[in-house]
């Protein structure tokens, strides 16, 4: 522990350092790329919980994005309340709509959960643009406002909203990292990933843990969204198309899926470099996303979080020398 | 009333036949490789980019482009068993696959649609009917693009059933879905069934993306719309059962048509979406399958 | 005809075969035997090109098998019937027969060879068009060896042809290779049941524990008090 401590202190200094540049450089581009990739950070994270850590692939969860931000631009447009409160309905919604869409998705496994989810996507998108009279159709929602209590100047205003959607969006991942590493939920995620009937015979309450990583994952989904919300001031039935959630799989695949954190700086990374590539040409950065997720599965499976990981070397190389070995004496027993 | 349904009917049946020949491919790729290509409405986009080439840029006569087009998704076909599920497979060695393989072709699915995005562009592009006029019948008129449509996909896919049954190679390629060991074992090399198959599955989306091209115009996201509409299908059908999936492909295309009748067209796309969850929760399985 | 030197191989990184030795003459038949993990039926898989050796050579007729795949290997002449068969059971016995000469180009020769295996199994002729997975448990291994003798084989491959089958199957499938022997296909022939195997091998190998423990005639075996003990199960007595 000892050992690692400067390095905890240095990887602190250098986040703190990233997370205060667009204070610093406060560009209104640069504030406005860094919002959006926080969010999609968050929206990463989110995805990660559930496919990456959990092992339970959802290729929907444009779905619970698109049913947080809709939520919150409803219920600030129609009731009127105020941002914080649109959060937390969009947060709880989303989380139930999780347990709704996690109870029948219980007895499926591999492509059939990711169809499902698939199929449960597109039937949010068909939702949000058929029902016109709440969510404007097609053309969306809008003039419903931004964050409360948002300063008037322009730059100020956005500063501010960069400073809620960080707080919002590392709260929310400090509390999927505190889940996941500390709480008994994380090794019943890692069992059911796994092994799912060897978790179920070690005793592991499969069905609880599966429903509480669809909840916690389509939660933070949906917090997510309404940060997209309020910050865009518009939402549309694009917001939770297949595409975005193509974008947010590439982005936790190009982080390194299964570690939370991973996808969380894979995301940041990847949207800023695919706005980069904005300049160029707006579909390029799509490609870019696309040729990411074939290369990384292929040949970078790791994630950059993986690479990383070389640095910390031996133990480590060992440790997955071992869990491969224990999984081929398991299949050679099977056989 | 009565011939306001069978005119929905006959349009069902035309529908039905270009998901069927969209969905078989996508069902054989599962069949035998294990593999759900997200990417396989794609390659139907190629399919209909490929005529429009043909028949409006180079001005070639629509029965070649619609041989050429299904030849070149072919051909490019060939490419993605080598160039992509062969490395990731030989990655994986022996471990379960997961849905990594999900996550490959999502991301092949996204290049390439963005791909054709930034080549051709955006709009809807439109191609001349293949063949002209049409058949009147006396309450309903159906185009002659229509009777061909109907005419091609049986054609084209007795073929396919006839390829599988009788030749030597569509026999291997039904083996290797059965039992891939005891396939080597006979002698056939797993790599080159794989690279047929989902050649031959990708050439069969790029006929129908050529013949629905007249109609439904030709962009880049013409395919992805029917690539989740034919895993309802497939799963319908029961995944890599191939009359399962011919059958569910009218069954779908009938109630969609129908449902005209009954539902705002916009909801039509929700009658897939609603099937396919249905089926899996109630019987995953599909109409036909045997176990999961 | 058929020789392996050296050969260790296993799963991922797991090695089960260690050092494996191994010779087959034209024409004779060899049984591997062994207590259950001996690595037997890996070592066939090794052999037909399953699994790759980590290192060793396995050699037929001095050409160099190791490295290459099973479509490879049975292309050199070598047939392989898998421990349960094996068998397409959802194709009909005809279809698996048409299989079975998959790498030969010429369909007429395929035909011929069928009409031989057909004369030599009359009841794969009546039951031609019946799906395969309906035959009787024994039946399906006969079909799965009369597929190997397609391309006419000189080496055929055999995991457990005894498995799951009553003594009167027993005998009829080893009546079937002893023929098969006769007309001088040589047999590496996995085998669970050690009496049967002694009575119709020329030679026999054992393994334990993935490495050689013996190799003689069958004679030499039965001979062998410390060899009866620990690998027939029975007292020395």
Redesign the interface.
Known sequence: MSVLRPRTIAIAVVALAGLALPLVWSHPFVLHVAIQALIWALFAASWDVL?GYT?Q?S?GHGGFFAIGAYTAACLTKLVGVSSWVGMAAALLLCALVGLGVGF?AL??R???L???T???G??VS?VV??WQSLTGGAFGMHDYGTFSGLPADPLAQRQMAYLIVAAVSLTGLAILLYVTRRTSAGPAFRAIREDQILAASLGIDTTHYKLLAFSLSAGFAGLAGSLYAYYIQLVSPTVGS??SS??V??MA?FGGIGTIWGPFLGAILLFSITEGLRFI?V??N??A??????VF???V?RGLAGIRLYRRGRQQRADRLKADED??KG?VKAE | MFEEILEFLILGLVLGGIYAMFAVGLTLI?GVLDI?NVAHGEFLAIGGYALYIAMVVLGLPAAVGLVVAPVAVFVLGLAVYPL?FA??QK?L???AP???F???T??????????L??IAGGEFLSVPPAVKGGLDLSFTYISGQRLLILAVAGASLGLLFLFLRFH?QG??I??VA??P??????????GRIFTLTIALACGLAGLAGALIAPLFSVYPAVG?TLT?KA??IT?LGG?GNLLGALVASLIIATLEALSVIVI?S??Q??IA??T??LV??VR?QGLFGKK? | MLSVQGVSAG??RLEILHKVALDVAPGEIVGIIGPNGAGKSTLLKTI???LPPFEGTVTFENQTLQGR????V??RGI??V?QAG??????SVH?NL???G??LKS?RAVNAAIEKIYAQFPRFRDRSRQRAGSLSGGEQRALAVA?TLV?SPRLIILDEPSAALSPRLIEEIYGTLADLNRSGIALLIVEQNVRRILDSAHRVVVLDMGRNAFAGSSDELRRSDRIRRLYLGEDAG
Request: aromatic residues 12%.
């Open positions: 496919s092992g692939v290729f029948p007895r499926l591999g492509h059939y990711a169809l499902v698939l199929g449960f597109e039937i068909l643009t058929n297949s595409a193509a974008l799989i590439g695949v040409g579909v390029y799509l490609i996303v696309g040729a990411v997720m074939v599965v292929i040949f499976p999984a081929d299949l | 599962f759900v992509l490395p990731l990655r060695g022996r471990r997961g849905p990594l999900l996550v490959l999502l991301g092949l699915s996204a290049l390439l649609q963005n791909s995005l930034a030597r026999m291997a039904r083996a059965q039992n060991a005891a396939a080597q074992s006979v002698g056939i090399p797993l992805f989740i895993f309802a799963i995944m705002p916009e909801w796309n929700a979406f609603g396919m969850i899996l929760l995953p999961p | 799963y991922g037909f090109g399953y795949s099973p479509d490879q049975m292309r047939g392989y898998a094996g068998i397409f059971a959802d194709m279809e048409v299989l079975g998959y790498s369909a597929r391309i």
